[in-house]
């Protein structure tokens, strides 16, 4: 998985509360089984003038040439709510976008964010609605540097907001950690609950077809 | 000695489910059950393969095909979207080659995920149970802690029998008061969600408590903690009492003989204890619930049936949203949503398929057919469903009053098998979003229980139910 550190990058605003993972990639855009050529369909709904076609609207905000080749979104309260679906998170990566941030985002997606390398970043609608103004001066490019080290953002005005993120995933970030690797250094542990709580808890246990009942 | 502290539910889970704490403030937590379907399985498995791991324990895995499946009538393999074989086909492969039991197509008990597993057995009190499925908290209604994850951690819990987890805080939800006539679990949910908004149960495992909690079926009970993700919680809990232990027992993969009556002993003590603590805690007065409608694009955006659409955006939600929600859904502020014209009705989906959903629904079309001119599906939520439903006479209910009769599955839910409704059509259904073109493209969704979708099919607009059921 890469890991995050620094980005420094184009932020775009999509500042709306309750961003569903049905327009972040509708379901008529999940067209295969695996994990690639999501990118197309991301926000296919919003970004494309008509359902199903691929004429971009030029008012959808990544379709502006100022936003152009934008990893860092800014989003309203709950984003990433509504279906597990991890190919929200494929979609947005595959388009480039490497760091979100975010009021408060619904739990599955902002695991799968982390688990594919990108970074949910915790901020205040304040401050999330301070940066978009930031953004929009005029002055100063559209631009925003995400430090997780420090876990701040940082305007070009020279404004600073500290984020909040989870110390685990934080470091899984950090690290481009796999987690699955991670957790396998725990077998013995693993072995040994299960020992024990096949003692305790024999009913979870299931045989197999043929004899299902333990 | 001191007396030992008092839990709750949630406590008692994740103490039972810990197998180490981790650096970083998360937990390392065996997980007990893995459900897989064809949209978001397949990927995990071949993901899994492809890494060169294999699954843990696949006797505790389980598949069904109910996303991306066909609902008309004799149905195979093929899908209207273009593409949707291939997800059958992959995670027909894919379950063989890691030795897990699949639900496929035609097996008897083929079912949308959270109905086939609670028909089964498969989730018991006191598990731990996964899917790569946002609605997997009702499964929570029978005491299991039961979660929905991404397709990454589902190979996590595959590979491992674990998952990394931060520790969820925990939300009490009391329902007091007794229901009114046509009022239900969804019209709850609906009251809760507008309340205390999509994001309100952000983080929180919420335990379902109360008088009206007692007195719901378990159907009902599934449908109040299926909308639990919909709060943007992690999960639902309802203490197993008898009701649910009955409703259990005999189920293919529960515990048979001494095994059972010892697991029921464990079960017993499922309980939060009195003084247990909560993060937070909600009530509700149930007496006060109306059926409930939504107007908007999110479930927070809902009504009493008899109301108007809100003048105001939501207290500190963007203005946009708003805005935006009554302009697709083609609505103005103050507009009354009784006597709203609609072109279909759906009833189906992992909220409100179940056999009671469905005896519901047709007490209210018993004698009665839908307005002329709207188009009106019934999807059972699984196979076993269906059966039970036909051999009590339902279908003919349903087809008499000129429903569609399908097979199980998601269905148009979410059109994931292609099939949608058209194009700014306005649908009241019996599920469980109301997003932007879940249903189809730029399709207006208007989330209600099954009995207002029924009376509202009959009447061919928005309508309360309340006067039908008598």
Redesign the interface.
Known sequence: MQAFTRLTAVAAPL????I?T??II???E??????QGLAEGLFA?WRYRE??GREPDPAFVLNRPEFHGAKILLA???FG??????HA?WALAEYGIRAIIAP?F???FE??CI??GVLPARLA?AAVESLITGLDDGRHRRQLTVDLEACEVHGEDGSTHAFRI??????MLLAGAD??D???L?RD??EA??VR?RQ??????????GE??? | MSAAAPLSLLDKLWA?HL??E?????A?L?I?RVMLHE??G??AL??LAT?G?SVL?P??AFCTMDHVVDTRPGRGDATL???GE??IS?TRSAARDAGI?LFDVDDPDQGIVHVISPELGIV?P??TLVC???HTCTQGAFGALAW??????A??AL????L?M?R?RSLRVTLTGTTGPGVTAKDLALALITRYG??GG??AVLEFCGPAVTAMDMAQRMTLCNMA??F???SALIAPDERALGWLQGR??????E??K??VD?WRQLASDPEAHFDAEWSLDTTEVAPMVTWGT?P?QAVAVDAAVPREPRP???T??YQ?ALHYMGLQPGQTLTGLPLDAAFIGSCTNSRLEDLRRAARVLRGRRVAPGLRAICVPGSTRVRREAEAEGLHEVFLAAGFEWREAGCSMC???G?E?FG?QERVISSTN?N????QG??TRTHLASPETVAASAVAGCITDPRPLLH
């Open positions: 500042y709306r509360a309750n569903d049905d327009i509708p379901s008529r999940i067209r295969g089984v695996g994990k709904g359902i199903g309203g309260e709950n709510c509504g279906s597990s679906r991890e998170v408060s619904a739990p599955i695991n799968n688990r594919n609608a989870d110390e685990e995933a934080r470091q987690a699955i991670l957790t396998l725990q542990e693993i609950f299960l709580d305790l808890r024999p009913w979870v246990y299931l045989q197999g077809e299902d009942h333990p | 039972s197998i180490r981790l650096p970083g403030g998360t390392l065996a007990d949209r978001t397949a990927v071949q993901s890494a791991r324990d006797r505790r979207m273009a593409g291939a997800f992959a039991r018991l006191g598990l790569p499925d946002s929905g994850i991404g397709s990454t951690e190979e996590h590979a491992t029998g674990t990394r931060r969820p999509a994001d952000s983080g993700t919909e943007a919680a992690v293919r993969y529960a515990p048979v003989g095994t059972w010892r697991a464990a999110s927070e500190g939600r963007p946009e949203s935006r979410f059109f994931a292609g949608h194009t979003r997003f932007e073109s879940r493209p730029a």
